[in-house]
């Protein structure tokens, strides 16, 4: 399995950025797809979430409102929308696919990973 993502860069405080991951290597359309991010010096932290048909969708309560994740099972894509972004957003974001089973809120709930792409946020 692979997961690129792409859609990171630089952007105001108040702006938005759309992250998309595209995913090969295994019936995209049977599995649950997440978002989490790190900062230097901080954990990997869970950002958001979608099963496998798109039907279900999970946040961060501090992304909440702001930021809406969704998937084309037929391009095997999910994307991340970022909206009303601030400072604190900055963060290296990584897509990842999670397993059969897997809890959508911590990485552990995830067997496959993408090489991460920065978003940055100026004040």
């Known amino acids: 399995v692979q997961l690129q993502a792409s859609g990171g860069g630089l952007v105001q405080a108040g702006g938005s950025l759309r992250l998309s991951c595209v995913a090969s290597?295994?019936?995209?359309?049977?599995?649950?797809m997440g978002w989490f991010r790190q900062a230097p010096g901080k954990e990997r932290e869970f950002v958001a979430a979608?099963?496998?048909?798109?039907?279900?969708?999970y946040y961060a309560d501090s992304v909440k409102g702001r930021f809406t994740i969704s998937r084309d099972n037929a391009k095997g894509t999910v994307y991340l929308q970022m909206n009303s972004l601030k400072p604190e957003d900055t963060a290296v974001y990584y897509c990842?696919?999670?397993?059969?089973?897997?809890?959508?809120?911590?990485?552990?709930?995830?067997?496959?990973w993408g090489q991460g792409t920065q978003v940055t946020v100026s004040s």
């Open positions: 990842a696919q999670r397993r059969a089973g897997g809890s959508y809120y911590y990485p552990g709930g995830y067997d496959y």
């Open positions: 290597g295994r019936t995209f359309r049977s599995y649950g």
């Open positions: 979608i099963n496998f048909s798109g039907g279900s969708t």
